[in-house]
């Protein structure tokens, strides 16, 4: 089979297309990549998730990038991405490999590479990797796993001091830890599990923790992703513990779901806003914001009230990181709750995010709603929301049909103009934008809106995906 690295590297499900054999094939060529663009016999790091047989996928990828003459850092257990993704840069490593399908429906795994910054690679690395990654066995170089350790060529490590000492770097968390928060964190049974706890118990400040055990097929949600329906027990357990807030990451903990003190979802578009508002005005930093094109136009308005360029993207973190490390900027993220900042690496960091929250929090005296209220004070309400829906049949069929429809109203607002970017995204007269895309890693298309208008969120959707010609 073919493999092709989509938004966020390769994926697929676990036993069908997804197995040990196309790992190695997967591994040979980036290890071939890394050779043919003057790394060669350099270290890598490598790290997974809490999924089915991921660390032994791990250790698979491990075998090839030592039999290709790499010195491989492992982590010795699950980590979470943003964890491995600086531990390439606290190594100095030429790169590294993740062993995740993040969110993804508990049949899938995956596998992501980064650069020698942590970041994701680009779209043109990734198309190099593509082509370099073998037909056969004959292809791939591999030594036994015992070999190589005993040889020095694996060696396992502890990611986590180093980056707790960076966290302790970028934030004050012993302030956090003294606040007497409540605060509630559901991890989705991944890689976020007891990171909280570790973190901010010891002081006045408790840690709730649910979902806290490595379970593969992740019950009580349809995927480790931190959107409703996934989030709903979480957002029940707040209130069952009194919490002043909750903390959600995804299932490798590079993504940030936020739930408030009376139970409510805090959409991603929200949470950017907050984050971006948090370093310019309360940490009073300044620096470019980088987002994709299916993320909010709040940030544009906080552009312009602090005079920071705010520069659009693709969707995806391969378009984000290199653009973050072009532009120096203080910010980026995107649509999925994926939030990376300046200081650190060019990766998302639900965790960093998550303390920047608190901080804000600690700092403002305010409660999530509060919080919400008050960026809304300044650049206005904005509502989101997004319906994903599977398709059948040529994609090419369906982009032709949305192209063709040339639709001059969604929603009743008439449609002032249309992107092609990433996907087809018409924007509104009010501000705001339809957006309507093909997943990079399943066959779904997914229809995205944003507007000032609160009354007008299920109609926008509705007519979105019409002219998708999924209704």
């Not at 339809?434 to 997943?439: A, K, M, Q, V, W």
């Given at each position: ?20 054999f ?36 791990a ?26 993704a600086?531990s ?14 993040s969110?993804?429906?508990p ?47 694996i060696?396992?490590?502890?990611p ?70 996934n ?32 139970g ?14 948090y ?21 544009n ?8 360029p705010v520069y659009?993207?693709?969707?995806g ?10 532009t ?9 709750g994926g939030?990376?900042f300046h ?14 929250l ?17 960026l809304?004070s ?13 398709f ?20 009743g ?9 990433d ?6 007269e ?22 000032t ?19």
């Amino acid at each position: 089979m073919q493999i092709r690295f989509g938004t966020d590297g390769w994926r697929g499900v676990i036993a069908e297309d997804y197995t040990f054999f196309n790992v190695r094939r997967c591994a040979q060529g980036f290890a071939n990549f890394l050779n043919d663009f003057g790394y060669p016999g350099e270290d890598v790091v490598i790290g997974y998730d809490r999924r089915f047989h991921s660390e032994n996928f791990a250790a698979a990828a491990a075998e090839v990038m030592a039999g290709n003459g790499f010195g491989v850092w492992l982590t010795e257990s699950a980590t979470p991405t943003p964890v491995i993704a600086y531990s390439i840069v606290e190594k100095g490593a030429a790169g590294g490999i993740n062993i995740t399908a993040s969110h993804n429906p508990p049949t899938d795994n995956g596998f992501k590479v980064r650069n020698e910054f942590g970041g994701a690679i680009d779209p043109k690395g990734l198309v190099e990797i593509e082509n370099r990654i073998p037909t056969d066995e004959k292809g791939i170089q591999k030594v036994p796993f015992e070999e190589a350790q005993q040889a020095g060529k694996i060696r396992l490590f502890d990611p986590a001091p180093a980056y707790i000492q960076q966290l302790y770097n970028l934030v004050d968390i012993e302030k956090i830890r003294q606040a007497g928060l409540r605060v509630c964190v559901d991890p989705m049974w991944g890689n976020g599990i007891g990171w909280f706890p570790r973190l901010l118990n010891g002081g006045k400040t408790t840690v709730v923790e649910i979902h806290n055990q490595r379970n593969p097929i992740f019950p009580g949600m349809k995927r480790p992703e931190p959107i409703p329906p996934n989030v709903n027990e979480g957002l029940k357990a707040v209130l069952d513990t009194q919490s002043d807030v909750l903390i959600i990451t995804d299932g490798d903990a590079d993504r940030l779901g936020v739930g408030d003190e009376k139970g409510a979802f805090i959409d991603q578009l929200r949470v950017f806003g907050l984050l971006a508002y948090y370093l310019l005005e309360v940490q009073g930093q300044r620096g470019a914001i980088v987002k994709t094109l299916s993320t909010t136009t709040m940030l544009n308005k906080l552009g312009q009230i602090y005079n920071v360029p705010v520069y659009e993207t693709g969707v995806g973190f391969k378009y984000v990181a290199p653009k973050m490390l072009e532009t120096h900027a203080l910010i980026g993220g995107e649509e999925s709750g994926g939030y990376a900042f300046h200081g650190h690496v060019p990766e998302r960091d639900g965790i960093l995010a998550a303390l920047y929250l608190l901080d804000m929090m600690v700092e403002l005296g305010k409660k999530p709603s509060e919080l919400v209220e008050l960026l809304f004070s300044v650049v206005g309400p904005h509502f989101y929301s997004r319906i994903d829906s599977p398709f059948d049949g040529d994609r090419r069929e369906y982009e032709s049909r949305i192209l063709a429809a040339n639709p001059p109203t969604i929603g009743g607002l008439n449609v002032t103009g249309l992107d092609t970017t990433d996907g087809f995204k018409f924007s509104l007269e009010d501000g705001g934008w339809l957006l309507i895309r093909f997943s990079g890693t399943e066959p779904i298309i997914r229809v995205y809106t944003e507007t000032t208008y609160a009354d007008r969120v299920e109609q926008i959707l509705q007519d979105g995906l019409r002219i998708a010609g999924v209704r």
